[in-house]
């Protein structure tokens, strides 16, 4: 787990290198983009959440003005190329390069690959667990974006995905207290 956020923090610090230190600051690509799926618990790591990217008429450009690759957080270095679908399991960063454009990014499960993951019995294996519609323009970009599980108030699995430019908030366990990740309750 430690691993997971020591590479979200070297991914962010990348672009926050600052001029008083005497390096040049790195100049981000706007096409190129980062989409992160943290890591899950158990199995939930390997139900896939696939990508549809739609430019701003509404046409699937998921294969046509797009090149991607991944590597997973916990190996990080060693590029993985897509054969087919773009996708992401829980600790994988897919690199993208898009060209100029407006794009609207979203992730679906379809019900054939929620591989029988029992979320609550009003929703599993009933529909397609659907996200937001995220926007994006190269003439605005983003460095990163996160695709997170949505949970209900219990803490479970709802049935959806939640993609965002801020990172979601991650907990860690101490003397028996949940802390946020600054430490606070």
């Known amino acids: 787990m430690k691993k997971i956020f020591l590479t979200i923090f070297a991914l962010l610090s990348l672009f926050s290198v600052s001029a008083d230190s005497g390096l040049k600051p790195v100049k981000h690509n706007p096409w190129e983009l980062i989409i992160y799926r943290s890591e899950n618990k158990t199995d939930f790591n390997y139900v896939r959440c696939f990508l549809r990217i739609e430019d701003e008429n509404g046409n699937d450009v998921s294969k046509s003005k797009v090149k ?3 590597e997973w957080a916990t190996i990080p270095n060693v590029v993985n190329y897509y054969k087919n679908q773009l996708y992401l399991d ?3 960063a897919m690199h993208l390069n898009l060209k100029p454009g407006k794009y609207r990014f979203s992730v679906y499960t379809p019900i ?3 591989g029988g993951f029992e979320v609550t019995k009003s929703i599993a294996g009933k529909k397609i667990w659907e996200s937001n519609v995220f926007e994006y323009d190269t003439q605005n970009p ?3 974006i ?3 599980p949505v949970m209900n108030d219990n803490g479970f699995f709802a049935g959806a995905w939640w993609i965002d430019y801020k990172a979601p908030r991650f907990f ?3 003397e028996g207290k949940i802390l ?3 430490g606070r309750r």
């Open 68 to 70: 991607a690759t991944y």
């Open 90 to 92: 829980g600790g994988m």
């Open 112 to 114: 054939d690959k929620q």
């Open 142 to 144: 983003a460095k990163v």
């Open 146 to 148: 996160f695709v997170t």
């Open 172 to 174: 860690k366990w101490s």
């Open 180 to 182: 946020d990740a600054d």
